[in-house]
């Protein structure tokens, strides 16, 4: 009697893993938010508008919003957490009512983020129901199931629309960004490149038909290929690894993609939205080729042996690929006392010396000044654009030699 109650409180502890769900206000009633990361809310406002709730958008990540966050947060937590309760802050000022959240449990303080925010805001005296998406469990059915708990929308049609607009949405985006870092360092007209990313940030938020939204991937790639660049010119590309919120939150790494594009580089982020929906969503059997994180996993086995949790394990495998694969230099980012990201950070020194590619770790707090950080990234590119060029002119000395 005693195994067959265990058995089901076990069962009822693993459902409830997936998603907590809180269930005080009605349907008709709910103001949905969700906290700021990148250019996720694309994704998220087509799918939960087209699912029929109302939605409250948090305002961008900004110094105000740091403020906020930092005055309600305990010293030690990590900077992703201080935003995030900043968001929910002023969504709940401005109306919201649900929140919906991510969490992965286990391996960070991320497993305890919604615990953590929810106490908080409950004590500062906020009514509101949370709805939490375990990331680690959560495949497509879950996702709709979770959709379904927030919106009772039953009809499959508006399911479809929802998922179809915010994914080709997420991968239109991302497409944007990928060109965008290409065409920026060897543009011929200073600041094209930009415009047209900006054009297509606009356009992509304000297309809502299905047929739209396919479209757009197609169309972006064609309006970029129409701006001039130097083809000839000698560009080093330089990996952006690290901690997944500051690597797809422009305010918290401070635009970096931008700095490194002006000073000349190709940068080549190694962590997108689109392709952690896909990872996430998409049901293993239909992977077709490796992905990204099996890719990391082998190349990162001669330094470490399992993933220890946040995003350590794409960190040193994403470098020791770059280095085997002619990347001039990899650049790390990670929030302040971020435990996972710190031991990539010594693993890091070891993987550049023994595979030759210069590798820097920036670390992101609200105390971290645009200047210091400005010129750490100057000095860097000067030292993998000093060593791309001693290697051109090694190759080509060694050419000449055979040629002679
Ligand atoms: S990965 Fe790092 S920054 Fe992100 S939640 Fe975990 S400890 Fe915090």
């Given at each position: ?193 930009e415009r047209c990313y900006k054009k297509w940030y606009k356009i992509i938020s304000e297309t809502t038909s299905i047929w739209g939204c396919k479209q757009l991937k197609k169309k972006i790639i064609k309006d970029f290929k129409k701006i001039p660049i130097d083809k000839n010119k000698i560009v080093p590309k330089v990996y952006l690894l690290g901690e997944f919120f500051v690597l797809l939150d422009p305010y918290t790494n401070k635009d970096i993609e931008k700095t490194l594009g002006d000073l000349g580089v190709e940068v080549e982020r190694q962590i997108f939205f689109s392709d952690w929906l896909e990872h996430v969503l998409q049901p293993s059997f239909l992977y077709k080729k ?115």
């Open positions: 009697m005693g195994s067959v109650l265990n058995a089901e409180k076990q069962r009822e502890e693993q459902k409830n893993r997936f998603f907590q769900k809180d269930n005080t206000i009605a349907t008709k009633d709910r103001i949905v938010a969700w906290p700021r990361m990148g250019n996720i809310d694309l994704s998220m406002v087509a799918l939960v508008s087209s699912l029929g709730v109302k939605i409250v958008e948090a305002p961008p990540n900004s110094n105000e919003a740091l403020e906020i966050g930092v005055k309600n947060s305990i010293e030690g937590i990590c900077l992703p957490y201080k935003l995030n309760l900043a968001n929910y802050i002023m969504a709940l000022e401005k109306g919201a009512n649900t929140l919906m959240m991510f969490q992965a449990p286990g391996s960070c303080r991320f497993g305890n983020y919604t615990k953590m925010a929810q106490k908080t805001l409950k004590k500062m005296g906020y009514k509101f129901d949370m709805v939490v998406f375990d990331m680690y469990q959560s495949k497509m059915k879950q996702t709709l199931q979770a959709f379904w708990h927030v919106t009772k929308c039953a009809n499959p049609y508006r399911y479809y629309k929802g998922f179809s607009t915010g994914f080709n949405k997420a991968f239109a985006i991302d497409t944007a960004e990928r060109l965008l870092f290409y065409t920026r360092p060897r543009e011929l007209n200073k600041g094209e490149a490796e992905s990204h994180r099996e890719r990391c996993v082998r190349f990162a086995e001669k330094y470490m042996k399992r993933a220890i949790g946040g995003e350590t394990i794409e960190t040193v495998g994403d470098t020791v690929y770059a280095a085997q694969n002619g990347i001039d230099g990899v650049i790390h980012i990670m929030p302040f006392s971020c435990m996972p990201e710190i031991v990539s950070q010594n693993i890091l020194t070891r993987v550049s010396r023994e595979e030759d590619i210069p590798a820097m770790t920036l670390v992101l707090d609200e105390q971290t000044g645009k200047a210091g950080y400005q010129t750490r990234i100057e000095a860097f590119i000067d030292l993998v654009k000093r060593k791309k060029m001693k290697e051109n002119l090694g190759s080509k000395n060694k050419r000449e030699e055979v040629l002679s």
